[in-house]
């Protein structure tokens, strides 16, 4: 019989590690065929055992434990990062998981650190220290936006730039703010409310309004960026798939000197009318290999949103590849048959 035995600091840290009814203990155990189990130390600590008959197992069981262990110190244990370690340790990527280490980017108002939760995430905060412009493309929930916004107020906070800009496509099915009720800032508001979840989170909500009262945080729809240039600033454009090629033209041109750009959407998920190109699209293609830019893609593995968040991904990815393999056999089919038609 194998065993490995993992220090834990409290009882409080092994009660975090096991989860709500041992379901991250239940987790280990069911995919590497191992026992987990918890009894005090001598010097008044807690011990964690993982026990089975295969050593491998064994010592990748240890390791999924010893990283949540590490993990509980910096940030809360979630079902979806707990399947997120398990299933790099299962994968052979155990070494990939070390590169997250304890990097905070920033602290929210209520204390909260803000760290990359997966390898892809701190690849793309790693993308958007070393590089001027960054296209940051991927699903829904792998944190794209929220680590821009991030990143931002860093910078701002570390003086790296004087104000931050964040802006977005205003569309629902075309630019008709016209329609709805109030002021101009009203009719932008809810296209641009995610933006101001993330800097609530981040500044509170009084110290975002006087940054904003200031000018060093601005907030705007795509459309008003045009005929500036912006010196000194880090800029954010998301949901960027809704941007036409001319207006990413027009939003990549605006970049000034000492400021940093970094550009967000997911390809799928496009509000555009039928026929219309996205203009992220066309910048990932043109960007590409141009020294100073980069491009970080995210997969379903960086979701941190609920677990089913991913499934839903893959399920969606998976309907998309038939239907284009439907697609393409109908073609030949068709094609097929004019041929055999003019023989």
């Given at each position: 019989m194998e065993q490995?035995?993992?220090?834990?600091?409290?009882?409080?840290?092994?009660?975090?590690?096991?989860?709500?009814?041992?379901?991250?203990?239940?987790?280990?155990?069911?995919?590497?065929?191992?026992?987990?189990?918890?009894r005090a130390a001598d010097d008044g600590g807690d011990c964690i055992m993982v026990v089975g008959e295969d050593r491998e197992q064994v010592n990748k069981g240890a390791a999924v434990i010893e990283y949540l262990a590490n993990m509980?110190?910096?940030?809360?244990?979630?079902?979806?990062?707990?399947?997120?370690?398990?299933?790099?340790?299962?994968?052979?990527?155990?070494?990939?998981?070390?590169?997250?280490?304890?990097?905070?980017?920033?602290?929210?108002?209520?204390?909260?650190?803000?760290?990359?939760?997966?390898?892809?995430?701190?690849?793309?905060?790693d993308a958007i220290r070393k590089n001027t412009v960054i296209l940051g493309v991927g699903p829904a929930g792998t944190g794209k936006t929220f680590l821009a916004v991030a990143m931002a107020v860093k910078a701002l906070r570390e003086r790296q730039v004087s104000r931050i800009i964040l802006t977005r496509p205003a569309i629902e099915a075309g630019e008709k703010l016209g329609f709805l009720p109030g002021d101009l800032q009203?009719?932008?508001?809810?296209?641009?409310?995610?933006?101001?979840?993330?800097?609530?989170?981040?500044?509170?909500?009084?110290?975002?309004?006087?940054?904003?009262?200031?000018?060093?945080?601005?907030?705007?729809?795509?459309?008003?960026?045009?005929?500036?240039?912006?010196?000194?600033?880090?800029?954010?454009?998301?949901?960027?798939?809704n941007a036409t090629p001319e207006q990413m033209k027009m939003f990549l041109t605006r970049l000034g000197f000492r400021s940093k750009m970094v550009v967000t959407g997911d390809l799928t998920q496009t509000d555009l009318p039928t026929g219309q190109k996205s203009g992220l699209a066309a910048a990932v293609k043109i960007l590409d290999g141009i020294e100073d830019i980069a491009l970080h893609r995210f997969t379903e593995k960086d979701v941190v949103r609920h677990r089913l968040v991913q499934k839903i991904i893959l399920a969606y990815e998976k309907y998309e590849r038939e239907r284009q393999e439907s697609r393409t056999k109908d073609k030949k089919f068709h094609i097929s048959k004019r041929e055999d038609a003019h023989k």
């Amino acid at each position: 019989m194998e065993q490995r035995i993992i220090k834990v600091a409290s009882s409080e840290e092994t009660s975090a590690i096991f989860g709500s009814y041992d379901v991250n203990a239940r987790a280990v155990e069911q995919t590497f065929g191992v026992q987990v189990r918890n009894r005090a130390a001598d010097d008044g600590g807690d011990c964690i055992m993982v026990v089975g008959e295969d050593r491998e197992q064994v010592n990748k069981g240890a390791a999924v434990i010893e990283y949540l262990a590490n993990m509980i110190k910096y940030s809360q244990l979630s079902e979806q990062s707990v399947r997120y370690v398990i299933d790099m340790v299962d994968s052979g990527k155990s070494r990939e998981l070390a590169e997250l280490g304890d990097d905070c980017i920033c602290v929210t108002t209520k204390g909260k650190p803000i760290k990359a939760k997966t390898v892809g995430q701190k690849q793309y905060v790693d993308a958007i220290r070393k590089n001027t412009v960054i296209l940051g493309v991927g699903p829904a929930g792998t944190g794209k936006t929220f680590l821009a916004v991030a990143m931002a107020v860093k910078a701002l906070r570390e003086r790296q730039v004087s104000r931050i800009i964040l802006t977005r496509p205003a569309i629902e099915a075309g630019e008709k703010l016209g329609f709805l009720p109030g002021d101009l800032q009203s009719k932008i508001d809810p296209y641009l409310r995610p933006l101001y979840d993330a800097l609530f989170e981040m500044l509170g909500p009084e110290n975002y309004q006087r940054q904003v009262e200031k000018g060093i945080i601005e907030v705007a729809p795509l459309a008003y960026m045009r005929g500036r240039t912006l010196d000194d600033s880090f800029i954010i454009l998301d949901e960027a798939q809704n941007a036409t090629p001319e207006q990413m033209k027009m939003f990549l041109t605006r970049l000034g000197f000492r400021s940093k750009m970094v550009v967000t959407g997911d390809l799928t998920q496009t509000d555009l009318p039928t026929g219309q190109k996205s203009g992220l699209a066309a910048a990932v293609k043109i960007l590409d290999g141009i020294e100073d830019i980069a491009l970080h893609r995210f997969t379903e593995k960086d979701v941190v949103r609920h677990r089913l968040v991913q499934k839903i991904i893959l399920a969606y990815e998976k309907y998309e590849r038939e239907r284009q393999e439907s697609r393409t056999k109908d073609k030949k089919f068709h094609i097929s048959k004019r041929e055999d038609a003019h023989k």
